[in-house]
């Protein structure tokens, strides 16, 4: 079966660095996406990694270990409207069929 | 704006009805997928479709059903219709068949209220 997990919520604060971890189980795995959703609106995306490693982009950063079945989206100089929650989803090989997480509420405070 | 179209944007219907949410996907894609949103479960992969044909199903019920027209729009049927189908239901769609990066860009969901 397929299996996300990522924590509930996190909090931080305006101009920090903060790490979302999400860790996945699934049985042909091709790659793992991050996605942000604001309350109420569609997800965007942010990320995708099929390699093992760090990819940047601005100021949001994405690693992958496949090994590890473990990922992690990495968020610096944070602004309050990154307060959101992200989403990480596994794609399964082949196939469009992506398994999401239940997501990661991010408070950013000031 | 991911230009992924979804209508109607809000719906509220009764117990026992059946409602047809559409979805047309941006320029070119060819792959569309649906997802349900409820409160306690999160992002739910429902189906997806890609040049018309099924591709890959998830944990749709029996009650839906959906399908994609030759213009490449797509239509998801909701059929006795209960109390926990009340959600947000998004469609996304990507320019290929789904596999490896193919980025799926989300519509700004219908809203399914059913009372």
């Known amino acids: 079966g397929q299996n996300i997990d990522q924590p509930t919520e996190m909090t931080a604060t305006e101009g920090a660095i903060v790490q979302i971890n999400c860790t996945y189980q699934t049985s042909g795995f091709n790659g793992l996406f991050w996605y942000q959703q604001h309350a109420g609106e569609a997800p965007t995306f942010l990320s995708y990694?099929?390699?093992?490693g760090l990819e940047e982009k601005g100021r949001f950063s994405s690693f992958l270990s496949r090994s590890k079945g473990y990922s992690y989206l990495l968020l610096k100089e944070l602004q309050m409207k990154d307060s959101a929650s992200y989403l990480c989803?596994?794609?399964?090989?082949?196939?469009?069929?992506?398994?999401f997480g239940d997501g990661t509420t991010l408070t950013v405070k000031p | 704006d991911s230009g992924v179209t979804q209508t109607p944007k809000h719906l509220i219907t009764a117990t026992g009805q059946r409602v047809t949410l559409r979805c047309s996907p941006r320029?070119?894609?060819?792959?569309v997928y649906w997802y349900q949103q409820s409160l306690d479960q999160g992002l739910q992969f429902l189906i997806q479709y890609y040049n018309g044909e099924e591709r890959a199903k998830g944990n749709i019920l029996e009650r839906f059903s959906a399908q994609q027209f030759p213009d490449l729009h797509s239509e998801l049927n909701l059929s006795s219709l209960e109390l926990g189908d009340s959600a947000l239901y998004f469609c996304?769609?990507?320019?290929?068949?789904?596999?490896?990066?193919?980025?799926?860009?989300f519509g700004p969901g219908t809203r399914l209220t059913v009372l």
């Open positions: 996304a769609s990507s320019p290929l068949a789904g596999a490896g990066g193919d980025t799926q860009y």
């Open positions: 989803a596994a794609v399964t090989m082949g196939a469009g069929k992506s398994t």
């Open positions: 990694n099929v390699l093992d």
């Open positions: 320029s070119g894609d060819l792959s």
